[in-house]
């Protein structure tokens, strides 16, 4: 089992930043692909970013809308994962939940995920 909580959600202007964390329990938190998502009302659930780990280096992925102003990382140490949120636009508000599944591999889908945040809210004003 894994318990994610997250934080460091807020309201900030347009063109702001926010960093949000994602505080995993549990002693294999290095064996888990996270990710985090969004929602905003009245859309589906969408991939933000990914992250997994192999023996040498963690590889990243990230949705077209995010790339560039958003960066994810990890701190096996810490069990915590990471969203660094740069040049957030009004476009960006939603409710962001961080994700976890077992292995390195990572999906897009929130299906694959077994563990979910309970969310944090970001809102950007305009």
């Known amino acids: 089992q894994v318990q994610l909580v997250e934080s460091g959600g807020g309201l900030v202007q347009a063109g702001g930043s926010l960093r949000l964390s994602c505080a995993a329990s549990?002693?294999?938190?290095?064996?888990?692909?996270m990710a985090w998502f969004r929602q905003a009302p009245g859309k589906e659930r969408e991939f933000v970013a990914s992250?997994?780990?192999?023996?040498?280096?963690?590889?990243?992925a990230y949705a077209g809308s995010v790339k560039g102003r958003f960066t994810i990382s990890r701190d096996n140490a810490k069990n915590t994962v990471y969203l660094q949120m740069n040049s957030l636009k009004p476009e960006d508000t939603a409710v962001y939940y961080c994700?976890?599944?077992?292995?390195?591999?990572?999906?897009?889908?929130?299906?694959?995920?077994?563990?979910w945040g309970q969310g944090t809210q970001v809102t950007v004003s305009s």
């Open positions: 994700a976890a599944k077992y292995g390195s591999s990572q999906n897009r889908s929130p299906s694959e995920y077994d563990y």
């Open positions: 549990g002693r294999t938190f290095s064996s888990y692909a």
């Open positions: 992250i997994s780990i192999t023996w040498s280096a963690s590889t990243t």
